[in-house]
């Protein structure tokens, strides 16, 4: 009887075990990262009896859960992938909404600037109209200066939030390390501990926000993470801090470090793989370089050839034209892990329609000089320490620097901010030519005057000098001021003729002894030459072969395309991501459904294991019975 009595007892048990572990699952259906448990069963060896092999019941051999780990595998890189594309999609979507108004900001600050620019040429000698003017630049000054603030904000932002999020893929980093010790311990019964594994892997979900990383299961039951460059992050029970610090060969970069014990290293953006760590280095170390370099171009571009053209006229004292803004400058500077510290680098502008959106990068190593530009990885090399290239003067100095030494020169970043207004009176703006020319009425040829108009980019000091021409024929004249006289000059229709800083377009032909006077603009308010020459600035080629006017709308669109392209990558990452989730839940999730089906068969189960232990018992009293 103890057989059919030990019969039951197991099957009572296994159903017990049964109802519970569906209850359980129903308990837990609606936890993150739970996965649906079973329990495995299986028949005892049976006992020989009379030659025969007789059943003895059932084994509860172990409580498993579902679990597939190519699914939770894809699931996890969907999971990282999604994190990094969102986080980059949240950031452009901020630097797009900054440009999206054409009706605000720099883009209409351009607009009418020139405008006023405009408005001025037409009433030069109008205090009103070079007020409306001087506001207009100090408008435009200030948006530039607002944009490059804000773009500068978004970068403090970010590295807040990059922080944040160091130290909670860090967390994960310490709690996987701990459940690595917990798990390794409880295999050493035989059997999976099954809600350590899934908090484990609910803790690796939760990292692959953070940052992307791998994992190589242990042969005792952990699990060792690595980033994406196969970096440990957690080995055993033993985790890695993530960290960042200043870039020492830029002090507006940062740097992503792993320290495990004594030892700090540096990962490159690259090695880090993705994560929402991924998608905000991206945006840092690329996407909002990118748009201050091309907005500080534009006002570097912009400054630069205003205040070129000013200078070369006549303000409403007769002056000679002063900056309107306040000149930029390139920024250049040596890493400060630099060997030798005395080597300095300077830079300035050489031709601003030349300048590149980048930042460039000099190194040194065995007597040779390497610059490269940043944007597409160009490079020129020098033996001297010089570099004259995209409208750049890059020098060093106190060299030769020691191996491996680094510089680097910025020469737009940081244009945008540093834009301001450099004159106070509207009186100032100099609308003028400081010469005009005059033709004796004593002439007798049709030689007649198109156009005077002062060529720099430098103001010539004899730009004023009063200066004759005089023809000698058809197609020879002298000219003079008095301090410098030229002979025998070949006059040609339509040729200009250039002295003392001056070009002066002629058509006609003169006669012998015809002159032409160039002389000092005195008391020229009402002439609007500089003004007109200002004005013409706006359709200019002037910023990477495109004019002042649709620079900043280029700016604009490569904005708004980078910013559809993260909208547009972050939702087809997130569809990704949910198919790779459904796919994970269809095999490890709870179906209610279906635990609801389990419960009634377990519960017959107890059920008829019940009336085996009673049958058995009904029996034994018979047997008793007989006895007495």
Same mark, same amino acid.
């Given at each position: 009887?103890?057989?059919?009595?030990? %019969?039951?007892?197991?099957?009572?048990?296994?159903?017990?075990?049964?109802?519970?572990?569906?209850?359980?699952?129903?308990?837990?259906?609606?936890?993150?990262?739970?996965?649906?448990?079973?329990?495995?069963?299986?028949?005892?060896?049976?006992?020989? /009896?009379?030659?025969?092999?007789?059943?003895?019941?059932?084994?509860?051999?172990?409580?498993?859960?579902?679990?597939?780990?190519?699914?939770?595998?894809?699931?996890?890189?969907?999971?990282?992938?999604?994190?990094?594309? +969102?986080?980059?999609?949240?950031?452009?979507?901020?630097?797009?909404?900054?440009?999206?108004?054409?009706?605000?900001?720099?883009?209409?600050? /351009?607009?009418?600037?020139?405008?006023?620019?405009?408005?001025?040429?037409?009433?030069?000698?109008?205090?009103?109209?070079?007020?409306?003017?001087?506001?207009?630049?100090?408008?435009?000054?200030?948006?530039?200066?607002?944009?490059?603030?804000?773009?500068?904000?978004?970068?403090? !932002?970010?590295?807040?939030?990059?922080?944040?999020?160091? !130290?909670?893929?860090?967390?994960?980093?310490?709690?996987?390390?701990?459940?690595?010790?917990?798990?390794?311990?409880?295999?050493?019964?035989?059997?999976?501990?099954? !809600?350590?594994?899934?908090?484990?892997?609910?803790?690796?979900?939760?990292?692959?926000?953070?940052?992307?990383?791998?994992?190589?299961?242990?042969?005792?039951?952990?699990?060792?993470?690595?980033?994406?460059?196969? *970096?440990?992050?957690?080995?055993?029970? *033993?985790?890695?801090?993530?960290?960042?610090?200043?870039?020492?060969?830029?002090?507006?970069? $940062?740097?992503?470090?792993?320290?495990?014990?004594?030892?700090?290293?540096?990962?490159?953006?690259?090695?880090?793989?993705?994560?929402? $760590?991924?998608?905000?280095?991206?945006?840092?170390?690329?996407?909002?370089? &990118?748009?201050?370099?091309?907005?500080?171009?534009?006002?570097?571009?912009?400054?630069?050839?205003?205040?070129?053209?000013?200078?070369?006229?006549?303000?409403?004292?007769?002056?000679?034209?002063?900056?309107?803004?306040?000149?930029?400058?390139?920024?250049?500077?040596?890493?400060?892990?630099?060997?030798?510290?005395?080597?300095? $680098?300077?830079?300035?502008?050489?031709?601003?329609?030349?300048?590149?959106?980048?930042?460039?990068?000099?190194?040194?190593?065995?007597?040779?000089?390497?610059?490269?530009?940043? @944007?597409?990885?160009? &490079?020129?090399?020098?033996?001297?320490?010089?570099?004259?290239?995209?409208?750049?003067? %890059?020098?060093?100095?106190?060299?030769?620097?020691?191996?491996?030494?680094?510089?680097?020169?910025?020469?737009?970043?940081?244009?945008?901010?540093?834009?301001?207004?450099?004159?106070?009176?509207?009186?100032? %703006?100099?609308?003028?030519?400081?010469?005009?020319?005059?033709?004796?009425?004593?002439?007798?040829?049709?030689?007649?005057?198109?156009?005077?108009?002062?060529?720099?980019?430098?103001?010539?000091?004899?730009?004023?000098?009063?200066?004759?021409?005089?023809?000698?024929?058809?197609?020879?004249?002298?000219?003079?001021?008095?301090?410098?006289?030229?002979?025998?000059?070949?006059?040609?229709?339509?040729?200009?003729?250039?002295?003392?800083?001056?070009?002066?377009?002629?058509?006609?032909?003169?006669?012998?002894? +015809?002159?032409?006077?160039?002389?000092?603009? &005195?008391?020229?308010?009402?002439?609007?030459?500089?003004?007109?020459?200002?004005?013409?600035?706006?359709?200019?080629?002037?910023?990477?072969?495109?004019?002042?006017?649709?620079?900043?709308?280029?700016?604009?669109?490569?904005?708004?395309?980078?910013?559809?392209?993260?909208? @547009?990558?972050?939702?087809?990452?997130?569809? %990704?991501?949910?198919?790779?989730?459904?796919?994970?839940?269809?095999?490890?999730?709870?179906?209610?459904?279906?635990?609801?089906?389990?419960?009634? *068969?377990?519960?017959?189960?107890?059920?008829?294991?019940?009336?085996?232990?009673?049958?058995?018992?009904? /029996?034994?009293?018979?047997?008793?019975?007989?006895?007495?």
């Amino acid at each position: 009887m103890s057989g059919i009595f030990s %019969i039951g007892t197991s099957a009572l048990d296994a159903a017990y075990l049964a109802l519970r572990t569906a209850g359980n699952n129903v308990a837990n259906a609606s936890t993150p990262g739970y996965s649906r448990q079973t329990v495995m069963l299986s028949a005892q060896t049976g006992a020989q /009896i009379g030659g025969m092999y007789v059943g003895q019941g059932v084994a509860v051999s172990d409580v498993q859960r579902v679990y597939n780990s190519f699914l939770n595998s894809a699931a996890n890189n969907a999971q990282a992938a999604a994190s990094s594309a +969102d986080a980059r999609a949240a950031q452009m979507n901020q630097v797009d909404n900054l440009f999206s108004d054409p009706t605000s900001g720099v883009g209409a600050a /351009i607009n009418s600037f020139f405008q006023q620019v405009q408005s001025l040429s037409q009433q030069p000698s109008d205090p009103a109209s070079r007020q409306a003017m001087l506001s207009a630049a100090n408008q435009l000054a200030a948006g530039f200066a607002d944009a490059g603030s804000t773009l500068q904000q978004y970068r403090t !932002d970010t590295d807040t939030q990059i922080n944040l999020q160091l !130290d909670s893929a860090n967390r994960y980093a310490t709690q996987i390390a701990t459940l690595n010790n917990q798990i390794a311990l409880a295999q050493g019964s035989g059997h999976q501990p099954n !809600d350590l594994l899934d908090q484990r892997d609910t803790a690796i979900r939760n990292l692959n926000q953070a940052v992307r990383v791998t994992t190589v299961p242990q042969s005792d039951g952990s699990i060792n993470v690595f980033l994406g460059s196969g *970096q440990a992050l957690v080995v055993g029970a *033993q985790s890695m801090q993530l960290g960042s610090q200043v870039d020492p060969t830029d002090p507006q970069s $940062i740097q992503i470090t792993v320290k495990g014990g004594a030892t700090t290293s540096v990962l490159s953006p690259s090695m880090v793989g993705g994560g929402t $760590i991924g998608g905000l280095l991206q945006f840092r170390l690329q996407d909002l370089p &990118t748009v201050e370099n091309e907005l500080g171009r534009l006002a570097v571009t912009l400054t630069d050839q205003v205040n070129t053209q000013q200078k070369l006229g006549n303000d409403a004292n007769g002056n000679a034209g002063v900056n309107l803004f306040t000149p930029i400058q390139p920024t250049a500077f040596p890493a400060t892990s630099n060997g030798n510290p005395a080597t300095t $680098i300077s830079a300035s502008y050489t031709d601003t329609t030349q300048l590149q959106a980048s930042d460039y990068r000099v190194d040194y190593s065995g007597g040779t000089y390497t610059l490269t530009r940043l @944007s597409d990885n160009t &490079t020129w090399t020098s033996n001297t320490p010089s570099f004259s290239q995209d409208g750049l003067s %890059i020098t060093l100095s106190n060299t030769p620097p020691a191996n491996g030494d680094t510089f680097m020169v910025q020469p737009v970043r940081g244009g945008a901010r540093s834009m301001s207004v450099a004159i106070s009176q509207p009186s100032q %703006i100099a609308a003028a030519s400081p010469v005009r020319v005059s033709a004796p009425a004593t002439n007798t040829g049709s030689v007649g005057v198109d156009s005077l108009s002062v060529v720099g980019p430098v103001r010539n000091p004899a730009v004023a000098n009063s200066t004759t021409i005089t023809f000698t024929g058809a197609n020879t004249y002298n000219i003079s001021d008095g301090v410098t006289t030229l002979t025998g000059q070949t006059y040609t229709a339509g040729t200009p003729v250039t002295f003392n800083g001056w070009q002066l377009a002629l058509h006609g032909t003169p006669a012998a002894g +015809d002159q032409l006077n160039v002389v000092p603009n &005195t008391g020229g308010i009402g002439d609007n030459t500089n003004a007109l020459a200002m004005s013409a600035l706006q359709n200019k080629a002037l910023v990477s072969g495109g004019a002042l006017s649709g620079a900043f709308a280029a700016v604009v669109a490569r904005v708004g395309a980078d910013t559809q392209t993260a909208q @547009s990558l972050s939702k087809t990452q997130d569809s %990704i991501l949910q198919d790779a989730v459904n796919a994970e839940s269809s095999v490890s999730g709870v179906n209610l459904d279906e635990e609801a089906a389990n419960l009634m *068969q377990y519960q017959q189960q107890y059920q008829a294991a019940a009336k085996v232990i009673a049958t058995a018992s009904t /029996i034994f009293d018979s047997i008793l019975a007989i006895m007495q």
